[in-house]
């Protein structure tokens, strides 16, 4: 099973994410991402979709023309946890 992160590391972690904000209510991370158009906003989802596929880890998202806002939480572990943190830097990765 996997392991939920303790405040300080999520807090740590946290620390080294650009963009990324604590929702507490769901003991998650979220972060807005804000593109030129739609077509841009799909290929970064798409392109999203096949990391989370190979990481088998799927964030909650949703899409309104130019704005792509994720939600990453670990159902399994009953909030954030290390695979969230992978999935944001891999995400960040999609923008470098």
Known sequence: MVERLSEQARDAALATLTGW???PGRDAITRRFTFADFNQAFG????VALLA???DHHPEW????NRVD????????????QRDVDM?????GLLA
């Open 88 to 92: 944001a830097r891999a995400i960040e």
């Open 44 to 47: 970064f989802m798409t392109r």
């Open 62 to 65: 949703s899409n309104v023309w």
């Open 21 to 23: 904000q604590h929702e």
């Open 53 to 55: 596929e190979k990481a």
């Open 70 to 81: 994720i939600l990453l939480t670990t159902h399994d572990a009953g909030g954030l946890s």
